[in-house]
Every structure is written in C-alpha cells, then in structure tokens.
C-alpha cells in the first residue's frame, strides 16, 4: 500500500529559530500533498494545500510567511516554521494523493513539534 | 461553513459492539472516511464510503445515507487495542481535494 514517511518525528527547538518538516511519498507520486496541524484532543486542521511545482494554497488564518511550503518534486514537500514561537508548538501531520482522486489520504507519521 | 459531528467519548466492553455516529453538513459532498488515531500517532485509513449503503472490512464496518448527512462507524468483537480515536472525515470536492475531520471520538475499551 501507499506509504507517506515524515521526517523528524519529534523536534524541540528554541524560540524565534526555524524547523523543516519533510513528507516523502515512498511508492507513489503525490502530485498533491496536505499539512495539518493538530492540537491536543482537538481535530486535524487543514494547514495549506500544495501542488507539486506550483505556489501552496493556504486556508485562512494560517500565515504563508511564517509556515513555508515547497514541493519540489512529485515525491518531497517541506514545511518550513519560521521564527518558531511556543504557540506553535503542535503535532503536524502530512498526507499524500496520488493520480487516483478517489483513494483516501495516508498520512504521514506527523511531527510532534516543542517550542521553548 | 462545515460541521462534521460525533461524540466526544464513548466507553465499551470487551467483546462488544459499538457504533460510533458522525453526521455532517458540509458545502459539497465526495466522500466519507473513518480513521483510527492512537494517541500521539497519525491517522490510519479504516473505511470509505461513497454511495449510501453499508461497507464491511472485517470487524469494522461503515454505513452513509447521503439523503441524512449521517454516516455510523460499526466496531465489532471489540478489543483493547480498539481504545483510540475514531475521526470521520468527509472529502467535500471531486478531484484531488483535502478530507475536512470531525473533532474525533475517543473510544475507551475496558475489561
């Protein structure tokens, strides 16, 4: 089956620094991929859209400069926080779609995020 | 707007079955997901439905009535690796579109 691996699986950094986040499809081609965030006991939100080899659409109230998203290929996108801040702190999860539009999303193993 | 409802928490037995309910209004309809979510881990993919009817995956089972809004996630022989959450999620768009997740249910299976 389709596998979405995510990379790292846990980060800790100071405030005001910047965290990569990676999402690779192993398997497949994603020509698109999706970033949620996730607080706890709270649902999966939708971060921003991104489309290989085009600019990431991002849903409202996420800001595109402080969250950057590049998909550069049809198997990496990166989520860049930049200038980290302690709300930020959260668990970010990916998820990958291939060709086939009616296959359900697999996600990533997310990214448990600690902002000091 | 979007609502996508189920039950915060639920509690059953061993061995049992449960049912867990998700109803949704949403702006477009494509699709309706159940996952499974351990604590600190994502999502994992358990059921689809599409059409109205029921869908059966082994001890899980997913049922839609596109007319209700109403989709119901089915657990039976239930054991207590089934203790996580259980998140409906509906795909509003055709084409290669994000699931929108409902708030979760936290299933808890005791002896």
């Known amino acids: 089956g389709a596998v979405v691996s995510q990379h790292p699986s846990r980060v800790i950094c100071k405030s005001g620094t910047s965290v990569k986040i990676e999402c690779r499809s192993l398997?497949?081609?994603?020509?698109?991929m999706f970033w949620y965030r996730q607080f706890p006991k709270q649902s999966l939100m939708l971060m921003a859209t991104?489309?290989?080899?085009?600019?990431?659409?991002?849903e409202q109230g996420v800001e595109k400069d402080k969250f950057l998203i590049n998909h550069a290929s049809l198997t990496l996108s990166t989520l860049t926080v930049t200038s980290a801040h302690p709300e930020d702190s959260s668990f970010y999860i990916c998820?990958?779609?291939?060709?086939?539009?009616?296959?359900?999303?697999?996600f990533g193993n997310g990214t448990r995020l600690t902002v000091t | 707007g979007q609502n996508i409802d189920q039950p915060t928490e639920m509690t059953a037995t061993e061995g049992a079955i449960v049912q867990i309910n998700c109803t949704y209004q949403?702006?477009?309809?494509?699709?309706l997901f159940w996952y499974q979510q351990h604590a600190g881990e994502a999502p994992t993919f358990l059921s689809y439905?599409?059409?109205?009817g029921l869908e059966e995956k082994g001890r899980f089972s997913s049922f839609l009535s596109r007319s209700k809004g109403y989709s119901y996630l089915l657990l039976k022989e239930l054991q207590m690796k089934d203790s996580a959450s259980y998140l409906c999620?509906?795909?509003?768009?055709?084409?290669?579109?994000?699931?929108?997740f409902g708030k979760g249910t936290r299933l808890s299976v005791i002896a």
């Open positions: 998820s990958a779609s291939g060709r086939d539009y009616n296959s359900p999303l697999h």
């Open positions: 398997d497949f081609q994603a020509t698109t």
């Open positions: 991104s489309n290989e080899g085009s600019k990431a659409t991002y």
């Open positions: 949403t702006s477009g309809f494509n699709g």
């Open positions: 439905n599409v059409l109205d």
């Open positions: 999620a509906v795909r509003k768009n055709s084409g290669n579109t994000p699931l929108v």
